[in-house]
């Protein structure tokens, strides 16, 4: 099996490719910008980090937008961090960034003045409802984040995780065969690795 991890040149993503690795040891993993070698893998993981309007350029840049698209309409599809806010249609950070569209919604800003910004730090998960990527991992689980937006989806339905940090905010989302994450797996020691685990041996 194939296991294609986006890289795009923003944020550190070997240790996204080190956790696969880890748990995939059986399996070609490719971190690559080649749009060719994504669509053909079995399965794309969509890592990002860093301010969204550069990464959506980074993206066009390396003409990756229409191969993510497909990827996620089509094949297990793992997106993290920034990887999930490029989802959605629309941002707030840079003054306003146009995301992928793929899932309604919008980005916004954590405004709470008595929060501390970025969220960094270990955060309980609540699993909104069953699925096989939260198998082996129990409810509330603890999972890491640094982040300072978060998602606000128009359809509940994807919700399937959920975290407190001052206000209740959507942490997982998934449809079909996408799934994805606003926390870092690949930080988040053991049960991190379980949904990593979780996600490549996934039969969507």
């Known amino acids: 099996m194939s296991i294609a991890i986006v890289d795009y040149g923003m944020g550190n993503v070997r240790s996204v490719q080190k956790a696969i690795e880890h748990v995939a040891p059986n399996d070609q993993v490719f971190l690559t910008d080649?749009?060719?070698?994504?669509?053909?893998?079995?399965?794309?993981?969509?890592?990002?980090?860093?301010?969204?309007?550069?990464?959506?350029?980074?993206?066009?840049?390396?003409?990756?937008?229409?191969?993510?698209?497909?990827?996620?309409?089509?094949?297990?599809?793992?997106?993290?961090?920034?990887?999930?806010?490029?989802?959605?249609?629309?941002?707030?950070?840079?003054?306003?960034?146009?995301?992928?569209?793929?899932?309604?919604?919008?980005?916004?800003?954590?405004?709470k003045s008595d929060l501390k910004i970025p969220h960094m730090g270990w955060n309980n998960v609540k699993q909104e409802f069953k699925h096989p990527l939260w198998h082996n991992i129990d409810d509330n689980a603890r999972f890491y984040s640094v982040h300072s937006y978060y998602v606000k989806e128009a359809d509940h339905s994807v919700v399937a995780g959920s975290t407190d940090y001052g206000i209740d905010f959507t942490c997982a989302i998934a449809k079909d065969n996408m799934f994805a994450v606003q926390f870092h797996p690949e930080k988040s020691q053991h049960d991190g690795l379980q949904l990593l685990t979780n996600f490549v041996n996934w039969k969507t």
Do not use: W, Y
């Open 34 to 111: 080649n749009a060719k070698i994504i669509s053909e893998a079995d399965r794309v993981v969509f890592p990002g980090q860093g301010a969204m309007g550069a990464c959506m350029q980074a993206l066009n840049e390396h003409g990756l937008v229409d191969v993510i698209k497909q990827a996620a309409h089509e094949k297990p599809f793992l997106g993290i961090c920034l990887g999930l806010q490029l989802l959605f249609d629309h941002s707030q950070e840079n003054g306003g960034t146009d995301g992928l569209s793929i899932i309604p919604g919008d980005v916004v800003k954590f405004d």
